[in-house]
């Protein structure tokens, strides 16, 4: 039975701590990046004209670029320019990564909480006034509340783009999952020459993206109320 | 209204200044142990790379997963291999701690500039561009370039001396790459010689150029690509001599004579003999 074969079981044991390092990715992502692109949208709002105008350059500059490209910049260049090193071995890399999405995911998040806030009519906002309440009481407790409903089909789409984007950090040699897929392919633990452990790994890609679009449909079903 | 533009711009520049701490944060604490030249110019004459390792404590070596230079023996998490035990023994006798480094092989000049390693020990070719862009050892090991095709049409394969008209699979920048275009072959660069054996046996390429060592290694029965099989020294075909391989270091890095004074005992004690022979490669490594 192949799947009890030591082949499968070596090749299986790999390819689970490379998706550990793809998880450890992928989380440290939107724990870092949901609240800093809400920062980034206040200030491409921002009624001071330098700071919105700097801000959408920096979402232009971000957005505008690939993002392979900015890990490599990001983890090469102080290094080579003499301004720092990152710490050797994989903390180094996956700190320099991390560092890459969750900037990278901010500026994409940040223009679709733009979207979110600006879509709350302007009405909502005047009844608040009505009503007596601060701008800061309007702000979290009307605006907020209804840009996170309008918000959770685009974040999702993203959400689900972020579990595959992170196979790019192998470019810098960050042992995730597909890096560790290709390693069987030239020889890895006494096994070389083999091309199945790279098309297993769409497996636990489709895996968790089927648990991910789950959970946001769930979230989404909970905010209905709002209709 | 003002009180709203007041508090947007203390977010934003919240951002700005977390961002300033973070990247500060990031810095700190590797600073002390990569003393900038530019910082030591003043106090020493001289920039010096051997200092700089043994200050540190490690030498960080780039590899790839490469039998039987650097790889791990199965059910093993250690790196063992020719350049591998060699690579402790350099460390040892330096007096640092090894640490093995697995690199994306296009990026191994840059990982060399940006420390994040501090030299590339990987069965390396010595050719034009790396001898160009890193400071280079003594070469210690030879091989040649050799073409993997389908065993099936072995026949049309055999003897040829020249590949013209053919769709030949090369890695990026390697020395197969300048093998298979100095014979006129249509070359399709991909990201590694692994994958070159992908396109010969998908059918995208009609053949591959890796070193010899590999194509022993990853080709035949055992393998996924039991249907290829290879033959010819592209290199005599060229008229070369064989190739070498040999370490990289950084440009002008004092590593090098350390390493090559390390390696001339290595081979008067006969340590490269026996572990050159652990690894089968007697007949490939240079003993002068």
């Known amino acids: ?227 | 209204m003002k009180k709203k533009r007041l508090a947007a711009s203390v977010l934003a520049l919240s951002v700005c200044f977390s961002l300033a701490a973070c990247a500060g944060g990031g810095a700190a604490t590797p600073a002390p142990e990569s003393t900038p030249p530019a910082g030591t110019a003043p106090v020493e004459t001289e920039y010096s790379d051997l200092a700089y390792v043994q200050d540190k404590g490690t030498l960080v070596v780039g590899i790839t997963n490469f039998s039987p230079m650097d790889y791990k023996a199965e059910g093993s998490d250690e790196w063992i291999g020719f350049d591998a035990d060699m690579a402790k023994a350099f460390a040892e006798h330096l007096g640092v701690a090894v640490e093995f480094q697995e690199i994306t092989w296009d990026y191994k000049v840059m990982e060399l500039d940006s420390k994040t390693i501090d030299a590339v020990w990987n069965g390396m070719t010595l050719n034009d561009e790396v001898m160009a862009a890193m400071s280079t050892s003594v070469p210690y090991c030879t091989n040649y370039q050799t073409l993997i095709y389908p065993a099936d049409k072995a026949a049309d394969f055999e003897g040829l001396t020249s590949l013209e008209g053919l769709n030949v699979a090369v890695e990026s920048g390697s020395a197969g790459e300048d093998a298979a275009e100095a014979l006129g072959a249509a070359t399709v660069p991909v990201q590694s010689q692994a994958n070159t054996l992908m396109e010969v046996s998908a059918g995208t390429s009609d053949a591959a150029v890796i070193d010899v060592l590999m194509a022993a290694d990853m080709t035949g029965e055992g393998t996924s690509y039991a249907d290829l099989t290879y033959s010819l020294n592209l290199n005599d075909t060229q008229g070369l001599g064989s190739e070498e391989y040999g370490v990289g270091f950084r440009k002008g890095s004092d590593l090098v004579d350390a390493f090559n004074e390390f390696w001339a005992a290595a081979v008067a004690d006969g340590t490269v003999e026996t572990t050159a022979a652990t690894y089968g490669l007697q007949d490939a490594v240079i003993l002068e």
Do not use: H
């Open chain 1, 1 to 227: 039975m192949f799947f009890t074969s030591q082949e499968f079981q070596t090749v299986a044991a790999a390819l689970n701590s490379g998706f550990l390092k793809t998880l450890q990715l992928f989380f440290i992502t939107l724990v870092g990046a949901i609240p800093l692109g809400l920062v980034i949208s206040f200030g491409s709002m921002s009624r001071f004209a330098p700071l919105r105008w700097l801000t959408r350059t920096v979402v232009w500059v971000i957005r505008g670029t690939p993002l392979v490209l900015q890990i490599i910049a990001l983890f090469y260049v102080p290094g080579m320019k003499d301004l720092f090193t990152w710490p050797s071995g994989e903390t180094g890399r996956m700190t320099a990564v991390c560092v890459a999405f969750v900037f990278n995911y901010a500026c994409y998040f940040s223009e679709i909480y733009r979207g979110g806030i600006q879509g709350v009519p302007v009405g909502q906002q005047e009844a608040g006034l009505v009503l007596g309440m601060t701008k800061s009481q309007i702000f979290f407790k009307v605006t907020l509340l209804q840009m996170v409903k309008r918000i959770v089909p685009p974040m999702s789409n993203e959400i689900i783009t972020l579990v595959k984007d992170t196979s790019l950090a192998r470019v810098i040699a960050l042992q995730e999952v597909i890096w560790m897929g290709e390693s069987f392919m030239k020889g890895n633990q006494g096994y070389s020459g083999l091309v199945w452990p790279l098309f297993f790994t769409a497996v636990y890609y489709l895996v968790f993206s089927g648990v991910v679009t789950v959970l946001l449909g769930r979230l989404e079903k909970k905010l209905e109320f709002f209709r």
